[in-house]
């Protein structure tokens, strides 16, 4: 009778979370400082949306499927092609393709993204409270920037050019508090897990 034998294997793939989190959060604070009125719109915020905020965020969603995990998938894939169709938004309609979208039609587009962030924020209450914080603000700077479409009112949009900056930087926060406190082997930037 043959002896039995058993193989253990185990997930050596990196954790692709800081790469989309930091993408999305650099990406999203870059934006947001040209809706505040800091800085103007230009090639390099738009640059950002195709080549970081979009492509990185892709093959950060692309990896986490690898690693199993259907929140981060969902969750990077998505803003990654958000920040490519933003993109395109702004850079079809100047390149002649197609009308600018109306004012409704933009309403509507952050409408549905700020519906389906919430629906992934309901599901940070399993991960960590640096994510409910990212995914919170997310939510509530779509609603704040449908808003200011809908109204014309540039001191929504404006407001929402601030609050768009915090949350970008928590994203940032919570990409960093991942790396570091792999790198130490121990919480160094704490980012609230869940118990």
Same mark, same amino acid.
């Given at each position: 009778?043959?002896?039995?034998?058993?193989?253990? *294997?185990?997930? @050596?793939?990196?954790?692709?979370?800081?790469?989309?989190? *930091?993408?999305?959060?650099? /990406? /999203?604070?870059?934006?947001?400082?040209?809706?505040?009125?800091?800085?103007?719109?230009?090639?390099?915020?738009?640059?950002?949306?195709?080549? !970081? +905020?979009? =492509?990185?965020?892709?093959?950060?969603?692309?990896?986490?499927?690898?690693? @199993?995990?259907?929140? +981060?998938? =969902?969750?990077?894939?998505?803003?990654?092609?958000?920040?490519?169709?933003?993109?395109?938004?702004?850079?079809?309609?100047?390149?002649?393709?197609?009308?600018?979208?109306?004012?409704? #039609?933009?309403?509507?587009?952050?409408?549905?993204?700020?519906?389906?962030?919430? *629906?992934?924020?309901?599901?940070?209450?399993?991960?960590?409270?640096?994510?409910?914080?990212?995914?919170? #603000?997310?939510?509530?700077?779509?609603?704040?920037?449908?808003?200011?479409?809908?109204?014309? @009112?540039?001191?929504?949009?404006?407001?929402?050019? !601030?609050?768009?900056?915090?949350? +970008?930087?928590?994203?940032?926060? /919570? +990409?960093?508090?991942?790396? *570091?406190?792999?790198?130490?082997?121990?919480?160094?930037?704490?980012?609230?897990?869940?118990?």
């Amino acid at each position: 009778m043959s002896e039995t034998t058993f193989v253990s *294997l185990k997930e @050596n793939t990196a954790n692709p979370a800081p790469l989309g989190l *930091l993408a999305f959060g650099m /990406t /999203t604070v870059l934006l947001n400082l040209h809706n505040a009125g800091f800085i103007e719109m230009s090639p390099m915020i738009l640059s950002m949306g195709i080549f !970081y +905020g979009g =492509t990185a965020q892709v093959i950060a969603g692309i990896i986490e499927a690898k690693k @199993n995990n259907t929140f +981060g998938l =969902t969750a990077f894939t998505s803003y990654g092609f958000f920040w490519l169709t933003l993109v395109g938004l702004i850079v079809m309609p100047k390149l002649g393709w197609f009308p600018a979208p109306t004012k409704a #039609s933009m309403v509507a587009f952050l409408v549905m993204w700020g519906i389906f962030t919430f *629906l992934l924020f309901l599901g940070t209450f399993k991960i960590n409270r640096a994510l409910q914080f990212v995914f919170a #603000s997310l939510t509530i700077l779509f609603f704040l920037l449908a808003a200011g479409d809908a109204t014309g @009112n540039e001191s929504i949009s404006k407001f929402a050019g !601030y609050e768009g900056i915090i949350c +970008g930087a928590s994203a940032i926060y /919570t +990409g960093v508090a991942q790396v *570091l406190n792999e790198l130490h082997g121990r919480v160094v930037w704490p980012i609230g897990p869940v118990a």
